[in-house]
């Protein structure tokens, strides 16, 4: 059995590869609501991201608000993040996210090539 340890390792390395490399395609291409959201609230107007959840996507908002009911420090961010224009927090999510994406992409296409 000592044999095939070594191939079992390898096996396993590569499996965690390419979750990885999957989960980076998700946070590139997963985040289209994203996008929608962002050309949804510039064609509303200039609105706060409170506002926008109250009008269209009340679930949000209470999520949002249960999340900031667990303390004091969670509660400013999240008293702060709701202040924020709409289309500017969907823009910086969307950025961040892909941004995470595309370089977990690149990391792992850079470890599979060096091997």
């Known amino acids: 059995m000592e044999i095939f340890s070594g191939f079992g390792k390898k096996l396993d390395h590569l499996r965690m590869l390419?979750?990885?490399?999957?989960?980076?395609?998700?946070?590139i291409w997963g985040d289209?609501?994203?996008?929608?959201?962002?050309?949804?609230?510039?064609?509303v107007g200039?609105?706060?991201?409170?506002?926008?959840?109250?009008?269209y996507f009340q679930?949000?908002?209470y999520l949002f608000n249960w999340f900031g009911e667990l303390n004091y420090l969670l509660d400013l961010y999240v008293g702060w993040?709701?202040?924020l224009p709409a289309a500017l927090l969907?823009?910086?999510?969307?950025?961040?996210?892909?941004?995470?994406?595309?370089?977990?992409?690149?990391?792992?296409?850079?470890?599979?090539?060096?091997?």
């Open 18 to 27: 390419n979750f990885f490399k999957g989960f980076g395609y998700f946070l």
């Open 32 to 43: 289209f609501y994203l996008v929608l959201f962002f050309i949804h609230s510039l064609f």
């Open 46 to 55: 200039p609105i706060i991201v409170k506002d926008y959840f109250l009008e």
């Open 59 to 61: 679930v949000a908002l």
């Open 81 to 83: 993040l709701l202040t």
């Open 90 to 115: 969907f823009f910086l999510r969307f950025s961040f996210s892909t941004f995470i994406g595309i370089w977990i992409v690149r990391k792992v296409n850079f470890i599979l090539i060096r091997k």
